[in-house]
């Protein structure tokens, strides 16, 4: 009695639990009836008919991360070097992801390997580094365009490391230690051509400041001299109208006649001292000597005498 309920529980159990399936929410469940497809089961609670129902497939729906193992690679310059990567994708029809390919994470993970190989291959070291995002997007296209009957999404694909050769990294580093030296000595010629471009240029501005100093001198020396000019004329030209109004004053024609004869007599007595020749003495000579001569007390006394 006891083995025969045991039996019958153990066989109500089992019916139960091909008869309830609790879809969670991150799967798709794929039920097949009698080995055909029958339905997709979303997220939350179902039935099937004993026996003859199956959940043949369970789709993990969420997105997945898939870890690219590292590989040799050879660049366009043969430079073999180890890539690797992560890929990141996501099933959108569960049907096709469970019909379509026997399994959708190996092929993902061979075609990133393949695409990945053959898109190295085309460009060199140097432009992996500096085209890293370029080799990710052709990689995705490529994924993504070969994965659509698989009902897989390829989201992104990301490089995530470069690995050389120890000899290939020992070059590079030779190469980059090259390119420095040859930067810093561009640098220093540049450094003293901008020197000497300066100095040049402060020399010549030199020059210049200087030929426009001599040249304002001489301009202001040529002022000045013209200014002294002008304002002698204007004294000159103020004593003359001045003098000439004295003359037409009363008595001012006699006052220039004696003026005029008494620089007469002055510049003949002038003449007559830078001579090497004279007839009689000096003071006698002019006619200054003479009414000078005629008031001196010698010449009033031997007067005097001569009228005693």
Do not use: C
Not at 108 to 132: D, P
Not at 163 to 191: G, W, Y
Not at 209 to 221: D, F, T
Not at 272 to 296: F, R
């Amino acid at each position: 009695m006891l083995s025969f309920m045991s039996i019958t529980i153990i066989i109500i159990g089992f019916i139960i639990l091909n008869t309830i399936i609790i879809v969670p929410e991150r799967e798709n469940v794929i039920v097949e009836r009698l080995g055909k497809f029958h339905a997709l089961l979303k997220p939350g609670l179902h039935f099937l008919i004993p026996f003859f129902d199956k959940a043949a497939y369970r789709q993990e729906v969420r997105e997945q991360v898939i870890d690219i193992p590292s590989q040799s690679v050879i660049t366009s310059d043969n430079i073999q070097v180890e890539v690797d990567g992560l890929l990141y994708l996501q099933v959108m029809d569960a049907k096709k992801a469970s019909y379509g390919i026997g399994n959708y994470m190996a092929a993902s993970i061979n075609l990133a390997q393949t695409t990945m190989r053959s898109e190295v291959g085309k460009i060199t070291l140097g432009e992996i580094f500096a085209e890293r995002e370029a080799v990710n997007t052709k990689i995705i296209a490529e994924i993504d365009k070969a994965s659509d009957p698989w009902g897989v999404k390829v989201l992104r694909y990301e490089v995530r490391d470069i690995s050389p050769s120890r000899h290939v990294i020992e070059t590079l580093e030779k190469q980059m230690e090259a390119e420095r030296e040859k930067r810093a000595e561009i640098t220093r010629a540049t450094a003293e051509k901008e020197k000497l471009i300066n100095v040049s240029i402060g020399e010549r501005q030199m020059a210049i400041n200087l030929s426009n100093g001599a040249k304002q001198k001489r301009i202001n020396e040529a002022t000045g001299r013209a200014e002294s000019i002008r304002l002698i004329a204007d004294a000159t030209s103020k004593s003359l109208q001045m003098v000439g109004e004295a003359i037409e004053q009363p008595g001012g024609k006699e006052a220039l006649k004696m003026k005029l004869v008494d620089q007469y007599i002055d510049q003949l007595g002038e003449v007559i001292e830078g001579g090497d020749v004279s007839m009689y003495p000096i003071e006698l000579a002019t006619l200054k000597g003479i009414v000078e001569q005629l008031k001196s007390p010698a010449m009033t006394g031997s007067t005097a005498k001569g009228v005693q």
